[in-house]
């Protein structure tokens, strides 16, 4: 996707933990995303028959898709937003192809199990019964759909503002349905870039055909990652990066050996403005 005022976007998610990026992918890349990946994933069922989700990653080291996607992965709309709302520090902790084989009809809009991503911190407020202030989040999910998603596909579940809210789902709870739940009406190629504090759940696809997400998971820069960064392919990413200085990328995959001295250099302007405009009082 080209350029965009994110603005609304911006504000939507501050306010209820997710904004969908309508379009973000064109019908004929998720028709030629899923050409390669329905041969792979056939080869996984096979395996792995009962399996509800099966999965791709590190999606940047396999030899066909990773090459394939490493522009998704490093698309540019997509940091400008995770910048927006987590400001220069984003780095990737896992990228990879999620697909969910066809289940039984009769788990039609059953509930996976409610959940928080890594790195939430939401729980703990919860369970001090404190509405937690809105901060910037240390992680994001940015997940593409390559299929419309409904009740038939399994649609995504989330709980709106639960990034804000004491809302905690015990273990014995966590397939059942939730009065503030909403499911998101999403076409193929919509991306959701979702709160790691925001509770919500996939459901089960009872079609005839496996369903897909590509979920591109980001970071603040430091915090562990899920993914290896010593691939191939990072590395051929990193070196084209450093050719042209370009910080972001380099950020993106771990690499940034000078983030600590430009943070605390805006820390100190910031203390400087702050003790500016108490004398000033």
Request: proline share 6%.
């Amino acid at each position: 996707m080209t350029s965009m005022d994110l603005t609304g976007h911006v504000e939507e998610f501050k306010r209820e933990g997710v904004t969908i990026f309508r379009g973000f992918m064109a019908a004929e890349r998720v028709a030629e995303i899923r050409r390669v990946l329905d041969p792979e994933f056939a080869r996984l069922v096979d395996s792995r028959p009962d399996a509800v989700k099966l999965k791709i990653v590190p999606l940047l080291g396999h030899e066909v898709l990773g090459p394939m996607l490493s522009d998704h992965v490093l698309d540019p709309l997509m940091l400008d937003f995770a910048e927006r709302v987590m400001g220069p520090f984003v780095q990737l902790d896992s990228c990879e192809v999620s697909g969910f084989p066809p289940s039984d009809r009769s788990l039609r809009g059953s509930l996976h199990f409610w959940h928080r991503d890594h790195f939430h911190v939401a729980a703990q407020y919860a369970e001090l019964a404190q509405r937690k202030p809105y901060t910037p989040p240390l992680a994001c999910n940015c997940l593409t759909y390559l299929q419309d998603m409904n009740e038939e596909t399994g649609s995504l579940y989330l709980i709106p503002q639960s990034h804000l809210t004491p809302t905690l789902i015990t273990k014995e709870r966590e397939k059942e349905p939730y009065p503030r739940q909403r499911a998101l009406e999403l076409k193929a190629g919509d991306m959701v870039f979702l709160h790691h504090d925001v509770l919500h759940t996939g459901s089960y696809n009872t079609t005839s055909e496996m369903r897909y997400f590509i979920s591109n998971y980001v970071c603040r820069i430091g915090l562990p990652h899920r993914d290896p960064f010593e691939l191939p392919l990072i590395e051929e990413l990193r070196r084209e990066a450093r050719a042209v200085n370009d910080r972001r990328v380099l950020r993106f995959f771990g690499e940034d050996d000078r983030f600590v001295e430009r943070q605390e250099a805006a820390w100190r302007a910031m203390v400087e403005e702050d003790r500016a405009a108490c004398r000033g009082g």
